[in-house]
């Protein structure tokens, strides 16, 4: 059993042309984010109240800043003016009623992100569940030896991981959307006062997103190419410390070459993951930078127009609000790109999946199986390949079995007595004969 799966694994690692970073160009990169609309119309399959109330709830949330921002303002305004010209007497001043309103925005606020984060983990689970039973269901119309191919595994692999993964994906890609939104608005009010602070702002983040963009598309490449290794490691694992291994692995002292491969395995994944991520952090603490200028700029130039006399106070900190709030939205928006991205990205091994389609043969009305059968089986030239391979598993098969009778099969390991009993059954169609 252990060498039989060993052989296996590692020749998936060796032979799987896939084990070779791949390059991935803009338009792949691109086409990939069309997964998107894809993704939530399973979503929106998978639940559509909840899908439909969390994003009216996640609307709102949207817009809500800029509105409390404004109230802010107004707040403001109204104790400067109280201040300068009524000594200080708030009894006619409509302060407290922007304050109320405030209050009741916060608790608001507070409210629907608690109802949409209980949505998101609902929605999360059904999605899970539900992308699951469709990669069962499709897996059961596949053919048998297309589970033996390592090619075909590692997109079965890769499909369950983006099953059970895209529960998080789900609310990465459902926030992205409420703080575009939010940006939107924030943008708006600020374009109103002054075009040029969006500007600075937006010019100010576009190397933080490429550069974002860029690495993104770099993991995903790296994780792609390490699947094979990654299942051998699983494996390893396995049989290093399983009931089911322990006696062969005793019996062979075979335990320091397991764990010798392991740690062989891990430490090559491990120098290129990590030199992979310290580049990521490098450039995007330097990128990261670009965007802290772009705000102070904004902010030098609005100190100076209320020193000026040309904005209120009030103005002043809905400015500084707005933008302090846009950059960290933006800031926020760019960094989960990356993820929403590479989750695109990912999500076209889950689709891919599922564009992979049996290659028997089955009539639309076949004919009934005999009972009780008459004649028997007969093999004519019968010879069986498997896929991806150029060695034959069985070949030129001639016999027949009669109804009744019995017959041994007799061969060492690997000989194709099993390959033939499947040939049998049909779990497999022949290769030819």
């Not at 009741?104 to 039973?133: E, Q, R, Y």
């Not at 469709?134 to 499909?159: G, V």
């Not at 395995?265 to 330097?286: C, E, M, N």
Request: proline share 3%; aromatic share 12%.
């Amino acid at each position: 059993m252990i060498m039989n799966f060993w052989r296996q694994s590692t020749a998936a690692s060796k032979g799987d042309p896939k084990h070779n970073i791949e390059r991935l160009t803009l338009k792949q990169r691109l086409g990939a984010l069309t997964n998107i609309p894809r993704f939530l119309k399973l979503v929106y399959q998978t639940s559509p109240w909840i899908t439909i109330t969390n994003s009216t709830i996640r609307l709102c949330l949207a817009v809500l800043p800029i509105i409390m921002l404004y109230i802010g303002k107004l707040i403001i305004d109204q104790i400067v003016t109280i201040v300068k010209h009524n000594n200080g007497d708030f009894s006619h001043s409509h302060v407290w009623k922007y304050v109320i309103i405030e209050f009741v925005l916060v608790i608001v606020m507070n409210g629907l992100t608690k109802v949409v984060n209980l949505f998101d983990t609902l929605l999360g689970d059904l999605f899970a569940n539900h992308t699951s039973l469709k990669i069962m269901a499709h897996a059961a119309t596949l053919d048998l030896d297309q589970f033996e191919d390592s090619i075909f595994y590692d997109k079965l692999e890769r499909a369950r991981l983006q099953s059970t993964g895209r529960a998080m994906l789900l609310t990465q890609v459902l926030t992205q959307m409420q703080d575009v939104i939010t940006m939107c608005f924030l943008a708006t009010g600020l374009i109103l006062f002054n075009p040029w602070f969006t500007f600075i702002l937006l010019f100010s983040t576009i190397p933080s997103f490429i550069g974002e963009y860029y690495f993104n598309a770099k993991t995903y490449s790296l994780a792609r190419s390490q699947m094979a290794r990654r299942r051998e490691l699983e494996y390893i694992s396995y049989v290093g410390a399983s009931d089911q291994t322990a006696k062969e692995v005793r019996v062979f002292d075979t335990s320091g070459f397991f764990m010798n491969r392991y740690r062989s395995i891990f430490l090559k994944l491990y120098k290129d993951t990590s030199s992979l991520a310290k580049r990521r952090t490098l450039w995007g603490v330097g990128l990261t930078m670009l965007g802290t200028i772009g705000y102070y700029v904004a902010f030098i130039f609005i100190i100076r127009q209320v020193i000026a006399g040309l904005l209120t106070i009030g103005s002043l900190t809905f400015l500084l609000g707005s933008i302090r709030q846009l950059g960290g939205t933006l800031q926020s928006v760019i960094r989960r790109f990356s993820t929403v991205s590479q989750g695109a990205l990912y999500l076209t091994d889950f689709f891919d999946f599922f564009t992979i389609k049996s290659r028997m043969t089955v009539p639309a009305n076949p004919r009934p199986f005999p009972k009780p059968i008459k004649h028997g089986f007969t093999f004519e030239n019968v010879g069986f390949q498997y896929i991806n391979t150029t060695r034959w598993a069985n070949r030129n098969l001639n016999f027949t079995l009669h109804a009744g009778e019995k017959l041994a099969l007799v061969g060492e390991n690997g000989a194709g007595k099993t390959t033939l009993v499947k040939l049998l059954a049909r779990l497999y169609d022949p290769t030819e004969g």
